[in-house]
Nanobody, 113 residues
Framework: QVQLVESGGGSVQPGGSLRLSCEASTTVFGVMSWYRQAPGKQRELVAD???????GYADSVKGRFAISRHNTKNMIYLHMSDLEPEDSAVYYC?????????WGRGTQVADTS
């Protein structure tokens, strides 16, 4: 069973930056994604990336967030800049393995304003 472990969350002021990391316990082929869930809201897709490096973003983060992937290290990253209060949420790493969804436990990003 593949395990995903997120790290890099924290408290940040509006306009600040953070980099989230997700490490997979083994090689993952296919799309890997970052989702987020704020209190009282549904979990939403933030960004995804294929094995080949093709990326996609939610409209709300385009131009501010960048997803990247290091296949040999089994890692994906989410570079977040110009953070807004609305970006405060728990951020989850996601992959599909054998057609089954796999989720990490999440890492909290909080707004200090």
């Amino acid at each position: 069973q593949v395990q995903l472990v997120e790290s890099g969350g924290g408290s940040v002021q509006p306009g600040g930056s953070l980099r989230l990391s997700c490490e997979a316990s083994t090689t993952v082929f296919g799309v890997m994604s970052w989702y987020r869930q704020a209190p009282g809201k549904q979990r939403e897709l933030v960004a995804d990336i294929t094995t080949g490096g093709t990326t996609g973003y939610a409209d709300s983060v385009k131009g501010r967030f960048a997803i990247s992937r290091h296949n040999t290290k089994n890692m994906i990253y989410l570079h977040m800049s110009d953070l807004e209060p609305e970006d405060s949420a728990v951020y989850y790493c996601h992959a599909k393995v054998g057609g089954m969804p796999v989720w990490g436990r999440g890492t909290q990003v909080a707004d200090t304003s």
